[in-house]
């Protein structure tokens, strides 16, 4: 079986689990998860490497595979410049892609199923009503515009339902229906994420739909995203965790200093190394600029300390976190700062202010060797 390669990107409404799903099937965090939609803003590539499975008896095998899974903002209708800039995420990565998984999350209720007319329709709709006060009904508005996107493309679709542990199995079979007259999807498969449920059906009946070809990046690599850029995520994952109403929405972390240690080896005291970090967390305004900090700066300690305790165990060093709480009103709606969030972006702008330096440095040393001959 010739090895297989491609990118599969991983779109649906916010909350549906995408984040949940790469970081499963990686095996190790890649992207922040948390409760609150739309907790994603930039597309995250995960690589995952897939052995041959030989064919048997009972497995009709799989080839061996790299697939790049692109991690993306849940779709939603913008309204702001970071909406926009989270949307244009999205469509870049249905761009260059070769599949597509539609995750939708089985726990929103159908609109059909509130509309029961015979009594076994009620009795299964009493059920799923019942089922969890918690469950959002479903918006048939935000369904269409988020299926909208992927009627258009011309690669395969799989409609993958995911949050399979919530529900009892029977309430299934209206949902594939439904969604089913809606699309023609490649394929159904329905998973848990979260109990990494159904992830190798997924995994064999997506690299079928692969085209044969190399691998796209090194064996090794798990993504494209740099640490530093991981490190600034998790500080905004406890910040969406820790704080409520706007402030999670208004907040952004820009890493200001990222200094690593020289070796990783333990210092003469058996202490392990230190990196020492400073980021800036941006807010809109002074009033939750106030929540962020809170009494005594009880809250920003708590931030600091429970996203420190990730970040050392991400980075197997000690780490000293430096926190500023900065406020740049209306940041939102600034095109200008929400591209310097991006941090393609701010990767592009240290290269190049790196570049000015070397060429500095040069042109010194140039100019020291000329005084000197
Ligand atoms: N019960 C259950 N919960 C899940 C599953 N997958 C994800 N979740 C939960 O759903 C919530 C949202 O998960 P995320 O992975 O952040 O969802 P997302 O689609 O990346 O969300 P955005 O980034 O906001 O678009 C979290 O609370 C997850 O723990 C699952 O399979 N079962
Ligand atoms: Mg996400």
């Not at 892609?97 to 089985?106: N, S």
């Not at 009904?137 to 542990?165: G, M, R, T, Y």
């Amino acid at each position: 079986m010739a090895f297989r390669s491609g990118f599969i990107s991983i779109v649906g409404r916010p909350n549906a689990g995408k984040s949940t799903l790469l970081n499963a099937l990686l095996g190790q965090k890649l992207a922040i998860v948390t409760h609150k939609p739309q907790t994603t803003r930039t597309r995250i590539q995960g690589v995952l490497e897939l052995p041959v499975r030989k064919k048997t008896k009972t497995d009709t095998g799989r080839p061996a595979a790299q697939i790049v899974l692109v991690d993306t903002p849940g779709v939603h209708k913008p309204e702001t410049q970071l909406d926009r800039r989270m949307m244009q995420e999205v469509h870049d990565a249905l761009e260059s892609r070769d599949v597509v998984w539609f995750l939708v999350d089985v726990t929103h209720r159908l609109p059909e199923v509130r509309k029961a007319q015979t009594s076994e329709e009620f009795a299964e709709a009493r059920k799923v009503r019942t089922l969890g006060q918690h469950r959002k009904i479903l918006s048939k508005q935000e369904d269409d515009f988020a299926l909208q996107l992927v009627k258009k493309l011309d690669c395969p679709v799989i409609l993958v339902l995911n949050k399979i542990d919530a529900l009892p199995k029977s309430t299934l079979l209206p949902l594939i229906a439904h969604w089913t007259s809606l699309h023609e999807f490649a394929d159904v498969i329905p998973i848990s994420a979260k109990k990494r449920e159904g992830l190798e059906l997924l995994l064999d009946k997506s690299t079928a739909l692969l085209p044969e070809g190399q691998r796209f990046f090194p064996k090794d690599q798990l993504t494209d995203q740099p640490e530093r850029f991981l490190v600034a995520e998790l500080i905004r994952e406890k910040i969406l965790l820790l704080t409520g109403e706007e402030v999670p929405y208004a907040a952004a972390v820009i890493i200001e200093k990222y200094e690593e240690p020289a070796s990783l080896k333990k210092t003469k005291d058996g202490k392990l190394p230190v990196t020492k970090i400073a980021a800036a967390i941006y807010v809109e305004r002074t009033g939750q600029k106030a929540i962020l900090i809170g009494k005594q700066g009880s809250m920003l300690k708590q931030i600091g300390s429970t996203a420190r305790k990730e970040i050392e165990s991400l980075l197997g060093t000690r780490v000293f976190l430096e926190l500023f709480v900065k406020v740049q009103e209306e940041w939102r709606a600034s095109r200008g700062f929400v591209e310097d969030l991006d941090w393609r972006r701010q990767l592009e702008q240290m290269a190049e202010i790196q570049h000015r330096n070397n060429k500095l440095a040069e042109s010194r040393n140039k100019t020291a060797a000329e005084d000197k001959g």
